[in-house]
């Protein structure tokens, strides 16, 4: 069964940085498109990033551009989003994602559990 | 970019009805389109892709419909467990924006 499961998640201060993670099992890992997506308390889905299978491609929304990275490490069936910069609105649950191809332009298939993280002073 | 909306923002039916959950792209996304399901405090679940496919493991009285800017989500017999906010998404190409959802109460 494929599983991932989010870890990093936690408190910080506003400026500082997280590092997500997310582990990928019960598929081949290094096939497919990954993603991260965040949702605020009560809110809606957001988009934040994607990377492709090759790990050459990534996008981020703007929101994000220029503080959050998102990377990959086929070696260790690991999926990471470098958080630097944070900001109160920065503040929700974020989901890692499957994709069911190995381009961005694919569908989520698989979601992760979440992981909180809380910007605050 | 492009946008995505729903209509309705919610709505509330009985057990066996019909519901029909309508999304709009700003512009043509061609079939890019999924459907997610999401109950209070639970992860999304994947439910269509590719505007009609029915992701695995999920119950046929879900389908989807459209092309181009006007997608449906149906449930053709509303049941109990259904209760949920359902998104779409599109992945034409990025940004991938999702619809701000629709509430649906049984």
């Known amino acids: 069964d494929v599983q991932l499961v989010e870890s990093g998640g936690g408190l910080v201060q506003p400026g500082g940085s997280l590092r997500l993670s997310c582990a990928a099992s019960g598929f081949t890992f290094s096939n497919y498109a990954m993603s991260w997506v965040r949702q605020t308390p009560g809110k809606g889905l957001e988009w934040v990033s994607s990377v492709n299978a090759r790990g050459d491609g990534t996008y981020h929304a703007e929101s994000v551009k220029g503080r959050f990275s998102i990377s990959r490490d086929d070696l260790k069936d690991m999926l990471h989003l470098q958080m630097n910069s944070l900001r109160a609105e920065d503040t929700a649950v974020y989901f890692c994602?499957?994709?069911?191809?190995?381009?961005?332009?694919?569908?989520?298939?698989?979601w992760g559990q979440g992981t909180l993280v809380t910007v605050s002073s | 970019d492009i946008q995505m909306t729903q209509s309705p923002s919610s709505l509330s039916a009985s057990v066996g009805d019909r519901v029909i959950i309508t999304c709009r792209a700003s512009q043509g996304i061609r079939n890019y389109l999924a459907w997610f399901q999401q109950k209070p405090g639970k992860a999304p679940k994947s439910l269509i892709y590719d505007a009609s496919s029915l992701q695995s493991g999920v119950p046929s009285r879900f389908s989807g419909s459209g092309s181009g800017t006007d997608f449906n989500l149906t449930i053709s017999s509303l049941q109990p467990e259904d209760s949920a906010t359902y998104y779409c998404q599109q992945y034409s190409g990025h940004p991938f924006p999702f619809g701000p959802g629709t509430k649906v109460d049984v």
């Open positions: 994602a499957k994709k069911r191809g190995h381009m961005v332009i694919n569908a989520i298939d698989y």
